[in-house]
């Protein structure tokens, strides 16, 4: 039983256009949610997280959007950049982050030149 | 600051041999993770130390897998015997508390045979 969802195993997007990666989850228990990115033969390395008391974060160009009442999230990246390309994973977490975290099978985002 | 060191970096096993994960967590850091990340899927939380105390394990296959972190600092990560189903990459991640943001090793690489 997936808890965490990303349905898009990859994805292909021009240099500086917005990409837009989707995670959806099933526990209501998640309070906590995470984006990590990952290059080959490295472990994933921590981007972006949000809080279910806030609807968005943002952090340069990177943007996460929480919507509660569909349990969603997205990734906004604009503009893409050639070294954004890797595999993208979305992570959910119980107590504020004080679980161990629950990830989605990752989105490989490609960004074309 | 160094990051989270493991080793080894790759390893071949038959089946039903034994093997073991060495993890080093940053400095300082109170709480450790072993997930295990089978080809296609995300990471899968195996186990979380509190210091030297197990906090969850209870995604871990205790009849052939276990983890010990005795002066709460390095880990280890035991399988025995290895089946082929647990040829996977094992990471290690650690984290100031455990409301912290988690950095993660760049991991081992099992191929069970």
């Known amino acids: 039983d997936q808890q965490v969802k990303q349905n898009s195993p990859s994805l292909s997007v021009q240099e500086g256009r917005i990409s837009i990666l989707n995670c959806d989850y099933t526990?209501?228990?998640?309070?906590?949610f995470l984006w990590y990115k990952k290059y080959p033969a490295e472990g994933p390395t921590f981007l972006i997280s949000?809080?279910?008391?806030?609807d968005k974060n943002e952090d340069g160009r990177f943007t996460v959007f929480l919507n509660k009442s569909a349990k969603h999230l997205s990734l906004h990246i604009v503009p893409s950049q050639p070294g954004d390309s890797a595999v993208y994973f979305c992570?959910?977490?119980?107590?504020?982050?004080?679980?161990?975290?629950?990830f989605g099978k990752g989105t490989h985002l490609i960004i074309q030149p | 600051e160094a990051g989270v060191a493991q080793s080894p970096r790759y390893k071949i096993i038959e089946k039903r041999q034994s093997v073991a994960f060495w993890c080093n967590p940053i400095?300082?850091?109170?709480?450790l993770y072993w997930y295990q990340q089978i080809l296609g899927q995300g990471p899968k939380l195996l186990i979380q130390?509190?210091?030297?105390?197990?906090?969850?394990d209870s995604q871990l296959p205790k009849d052939r897998f276990s983890a010990e972190r005795l002066k709460g600092v390095d880990s280890t990560l035991k399988i025995q015997p290895a089946k082929l189903e647990d040829s996977a990459v094992y990471l290690c991640?650690?984290?100031?508390?455990?409301?912290?943001?988690?950095?993660f090793g760049p991991g081992t690489r099992l191929t069970v045979l």
């Open positions: 526990n209501s228990m998640f309070d906590y």
């Open positions: 130390f509190q210091n030297n105390g197990v906090v969850d």
């Open positions: 992570a959910a977490s119980a107590l504020g982050g004080a679980d161990g975290l629950t």
């Open positions: 400095s300082g850091h109170a709480t």
């Open positions: 991640a650690s984290s100031l508390d455990r409301i912290d943001e988690q950095f």
């Open positions: 949000i809080s279910s008391i806030k």
